[in-house]
């Protein structure tokens, strides 16, 4: 397979365009309308993973992500600003692309070939999301700190086995692993804006 990064660089931008877009128009959502789209997203991604041909990251199913996932972004990100403040928003945002970057490196530059990975961080997504799923009916407050923890660690894992699956050509195309890196990005964010509205400190 022929590297074409700059193709995957090029669809990244371009779903944190889609997302973008939802996210503005999050503003206008009704809040009694957030879980109802929360849930329609656990549905997408519980059904691409059981349901042979329904496949998450499709041309189509990929936008309709991008937009929900931005909707519903839109009421986290507010939120926190209004716990804290703009500039703590984006001085977290900037952090945690910066991690994104790191990791990255690491598993372009210095882990050899992690495809094997992919198997282990799959079935530990499958538990993660069961958890959440667990949590959202029993609301431990425990539970939901470990799971920000290890939601954590896990897309640390993917971004370095994405960026190492572009390092060897693993990768079925540019848009697909464009729209694995924006989800690696996005997850990335929202754990660590998480973690930092548990400890962070209110003005």
Do not use: C
């Not at 939802?22 to 691409?48: C, D, H, K, N, V």
């Not at 070939?113 to 499958?126: E, N, P, R, V």
């Not at 958890?131 to 959202?136: A, E, M, T, V």
């Not at 923890?149 to 190492?164: A, E, P, R, S």
């Amino acid at each position: 397979m022929i590297k074409d990064h700059g193709k995957v660089w090029l669809y990244f931008l371009y779903y944190w365009v889609i997302f973008g877009i939802g996210t503005y128009f999050g503003q206008f959502l009704p809040e009694e309308w957030r879980p109802t789209l929360s849930m329609t997203l656990f549905a997408i991604i519980m059904i691409s993973f059981f349901v042979r041909g329904f496949n998450r990251s499709g041309p189509i199913l990929s936008h309709i992500y991008a937009v929900l996932i931005g909707l519903v972004s839109f009421g986290t990100f507010e939120g926190f600003i209004n716990q804290f403040d703009a500039r703590t928003f984006y001085q977290v945002v900037m952090i945690a692309v910066a991690v994104f970057i790191f990791f990255g490196i690491i598993g372009y530059f210095y882990l050899k070939d992690i495809s094997s990975w992919g198997k282990y961080l799959f079935m530990a997504l499958l538990i993660l999301i069961f958890s959440s799923l667990l949590n959202f009916f029993i609301q431990l407050d425990w539970l939901a700190f470990a799971i920000t923890i290890v939601g954590l660690l896990l897309y640390l894992g993917f971004t370095m086995y994405d960026f190492n699956r572009m390092k060897n050509n693993k990768y079925r195309n540019a848009r697909v692993m464009g729209f694995n890196l924006f989800i690696d990005l996005i997850i990335l964010i929202k754990r660590i804006l998480q973690l930092y509205r548990r400890f962070g400190n209110n003005r």
